[in-house]
Nanobody, 122 residues
C-alpha cells in the first residue's frame, strides 16, 4: 500500500505564513509528481500547485507569487510554503501523489492524503 500524510495546517492571521508537508510512504517504486489541492466549504476541490520530481512546477493564478511548492526526493516529501495568506485561502488542503507502486511499476496511480485544515482569520 501507499499512504500520503499531510501536516502543518492550522490557524494563522492574514498576512501570515504556514508550511505544509506531505510524506509518501509504503511500497513505492517511483513518484512521478506530487501536488496540493484545496477545498473550501461549499466549493469544489481545486488545484493549488503541482511539481514533478524533475522540478517542473505549476500554480493556480490565485497563489502565484505567494505559495511555493518543493520536494525532497530522498524523503518522498512535498512541501507547500504559503506566505501572505488571505482569508480566501481558508480550506482543507489535500496532498496528491502520482506514484508508481512497487507491485505495478509500469502503471501510475493517484493517491490522496486525508487533508489538513488551513484557517486564515484575525
Amino acid at each position: 500500500q501507499v499512504q500520503l500524510v499531510e501536516s502543518g495546517g492550522g490557524l494563522v492571521q492574514p498576512g501570515g505564513s504556514l508550511n505544509l508537508s506531505c510524506v509518501a510512504s509504503g511500497s513505492i517504486f517511483r513518484i512521478n509528481a506530487m501536488g496540493w489541492y484545496r477545498q473550501a466549504p461549499g466549493k469544489e476541490r481545486e488545484l493549488v500547485a503541482t511539481i514533478t520530481f524533475g522540478s517542473s512546477t505549476n500554480y493556480a493564478d490565485s497563489v502565484k507569487g505567494r505559495f511555493t511548492i518543493s520536494t525532497d526526493s530522498a524523503k518522498n516529501t512535498a512541501y507547500l510554503q504559503m506566505n501572505s495568506l488571505k482569508p480566501e485561502d481558508t480550506a482543507a488542503y489535500y496532498c496528491n501523489g502520482r506514484i508508481r507502486p512497487a507491485w505495478d511499476v509500469y502503471s501510475t496511480y493517484q493517491y490522496w492524503g486525508q487533508g489538513t485544515q488551513v484557517t486564515v482569520s484575525s
